[in-house]
């Protein structure tokens, strides 16, 4: 059974870096395509970005472009979400997922069975 967890939320300053992580088992990280979530208080959960089996390829949403990244480190069967420069509206819950049978990661929370418990994420301005 592959289950994900999630760590490395909290209370960050707007401007300053913050790394979240998703550490997976029941399988190793080529054998999934992973994403990361996100969902603020009254809003629809949105992905944040994604990452092929391989871990050669991303896809980030615009509003996270050019200050988040996406990795994997195999060794640790973890994949991580850097947040540098995170602002007040990048504020949620933050969630890993994964699938399995995907054989390409896509935006669409309802193709992922596999989530993470969620980490909550809070930035002062």
């Known amino acids: 059974q592959v289950q994900l967890v999630e760590s490395g939320g909290g209370l960050v300053q707007a401007g300053n870096s913050l790394r979240l992580s998703c550490a997976a088992s029941?399988?190793?990280?080529?054998?999934?395509?992973m994403a990361w979530f996100r969902q603020a208080p009254g809003k629809e959960r949105e992905v944040v970005g994604h990452?092929?089996?391989?871990?050669?390829?991303?896809y980030y949403a615009d509003s996270v472009k050019g200050r988040f990244t996406i990795f994997r480190d195999s060794a640790k069967n973890t994949m991580y979400l850097q947040m540098n420069s995170p602002r007040p509206e990048d504020t949620g819950v933050y969630y890993c997922?994964?699938?399995?049978?995907?054989?390409?990661?896509?935006?669409?929370?309802?193709?992922?069975?596999?989530w993470g418990q969620g980490t909550q994420v809070t930035v002062s301005s």
């Open positions: 997922a994964a699938d399995t049978a995907l054989l390409v990661p896509t935006t669409r929370a309802s193709a992922y069975k596999y």
């Open positions: 029941g399988g190793t990280l080529s054998g999934f395509v």
């Open positions: 990452i092929n089996r391989s871990g050669s390829s991303t």
